[in-house]
């Protein structure tokens, strides 16, 4: 069962179950999922001179691409949490932490902080990176090893630490 067919498996099952919230969360990230899968399908009709037939194939988004799409939508909320608590709207605040719960569900487990910073150090010895200037280089690497399974600016955070430790 491809990540798309779950998401579309709970929301059935919420609907039966009358879980509005649920429910809300689930269209919305159909809905996103939807519009994404028709801008790939857009880009192939531009790009490439391909039968249509060929274009839906290619043109449906794969789990990798599902998980970038909810990994985004789960940064969009964290984003909007820090502004809800500046702006004292812990209701709000409390949604958007429901809605990164539900959304988590259809994330790869997640690496711990120890796991991150081992793959880290990994990395910045087999890149020889000595200083915060050779970031980049580290944090491209790494994250194409951690995609879907750490948020880029944990993964950023880690990175800068071990790096800027090295100067010492």
Same mark, same amino acid.
């Given at each position: 069962?491809?990540?798309? &067919?779950?998401?579309? &498996?709970?929301?059935? +099952?919420?609907?039966?179950?009358?879980?509005?919230?649920?429910? $809300?969360? =689930?269209?919305?990230?159909?809905?996103?999922?939807?519009?994404?899968?028709? &801008?790939? #399908?857009?880009?192939?009709?531009?790009? +490439?001179? =391909? %039968? @249509?037939?060929?274009? @839906?194939?290619?043109?449906?988004?794969?789990? *990798? *691409?599902?998980?970038?799409? !909810?990994?985004?939508?789960?940064?969009?909320?964290?984003?909007? !949490?820090? @502004?809800?608590?500046?702006?004292?709207?812990?209701? =709000?605040?409390?949604?958007?932490?429901?809605?990164?719960?539900?959304? #988590?569900?259809?994330? %790869? *487990?997640?690496?711990?902080? @120890? &796991?991150?910073?081992?793959?880290?150090?990994?990395?910045? /010895?087999?890149?020889?990176? $000595?200083?915060?200037?050779?970031?980049?280089?580290? /944090?491209?690497?790494?994250?194409?090893?951690?995609?879907?399974?750490?948020?880029?600016?944990?993964?950023?955070?880690?990175?800068?630490?071990?790096? $800027?430790?090295?100067?010492?």
């Amino acid at each position: 069962m491809t990540l798309k &067919e779950k998401i579309q &498996e709970d929301l059935k +099952e919420a609907l039966l179950k009358r879980e509005n919230f649920e429910i $809300s969360v =689930l269209r919305y990230l159909s809905s996103v999922l939807h519009n994404k899968e028709i &801008e790939k #399908k857009t880009a192939l009709r531009r790009e +490439e001179k =391909l %039968p @249509e037939k060929e274009i @839906e194939e290619k043109g449906k988004l794969t789990d *990798e *691409e599902i998980i970038e799409v !909810i990994m985004a939508e789960i940064k969009k909320r964290k984003e909007s !949490i820090l @502004e809800f608590e500046r702006g004292q709207r812990e209701d =709000l605040v409390k949604k958007e932490e429901k809605e990164i719960e539900i959304l #988590k569900r259809y994330l %790869p *487990e997640q690496l711990s902080e @120890e &796991e991150l910073k081992n793959l880290a150090q990994e990395i910045i /010895m087999k890149t020889g990176a $000595s200083s915060i200037r050779d970031m980049g280089k580290v /944090m491209g690497e790494l994250m194409s090893k951690v995609k879907g399974r750490a948020q880029g600016d944990q993964v950023a955070k880690i990175v800068k630490e071990l790096l $800027s430790g090295q100067n010492d």
